[in-house]
């Protein structure tokens, strides 16, 4: 038991006297290779501002620098190559001429149309819902019309049919509303089938 409470009290006294010196080996030796890194620090930070005829460089230049060497440019992962791929895309001008809107809707289907009552059209049927039709004409609204009981059973999703439109929009007034309110559906009659996917 003599034997380690002498040994801790040596190091306890060994201690004590480094700290208050100051001047122990141990210290010194832990002192100078801080000095010895911090001066080979300060060298590279000066000779990166400076280039080889000894001029000083802007901190542009350096940051350049950093790229180009790939210090500070670590490899992309798969995420960033395909991010920078798809963003050079993006920037690359379109070979498209310019179109003004009023132009594009001088020509379109809507303008073409006319007065929509009375127009027959062709729609696609894209939704049954027991007797309802849910019939797409190419409108803002799709049109709900009644399955006829003649040849129901070609009346399926994606047969095509013919319309007679009455209204492109259906709207009401609620509750005594001063406002009406969009129905969100078109009006038109069911005139009749043009092809159905079981007929070849």
Not at 57 to 73: A, F, M, P, W
Request: aromatic fraction near 8%; glycine fraction near 8%; charged fraction near 30%.
């Amino acid at each position: 038991m003599k034997k380690p409470l002498n040994l801790w009290l040596g190091m306890f006294i060994l201690r004590q006297t480094t700290f208050s010196a100051g001047r122990s080996p141990i210290f010194r030796c832990f002192r100078n290779i801080s000095d010895i890194v911090g001066s080979q620090t300060n060298k590279q930070i000066s000779r990166s501002y400076s280039d080889v005829s000894g001029q000083p460089k802007s901190k542009s230049e350096i940051d350049n620098n950093k790229s180009v060497s790939g210090v500070e440019n670590k490899t992309m992962s798969g995420f960033g190559k395909a991010f920078e791929k798809f963003s050079l895309l993006t920037r690359k001008p379109l070979d498209e001429p310019d179109i003004k809107f009023a132009t594009l809707l001088r020509h379109s289907k809507f303008m073409q149309l006319g007065d929509p009552q009375g127009k027959v059209v062709e729609g696609k049927i894209i939704r049954v819902v027991g007797n309802d039709l849910y019939i797409d004409f190419g409108g803002k609204f799709e049109c709900v019309c009644q399955k006829p009981l003649k040849n129901e059973r070609d009346y399926v999703r994606g047969s095509r049919v013919r319309l007679r439109l009455q209204r492109l929009e259906l709207s009401t007034k609620f509750l005594g509303a001063t406002k009406e309110i969009t129905l969100r559906e078109a009006d038109a009659l069911l005139v009749g089938i043009v092809r159905t996917p079981f007929r070849t």
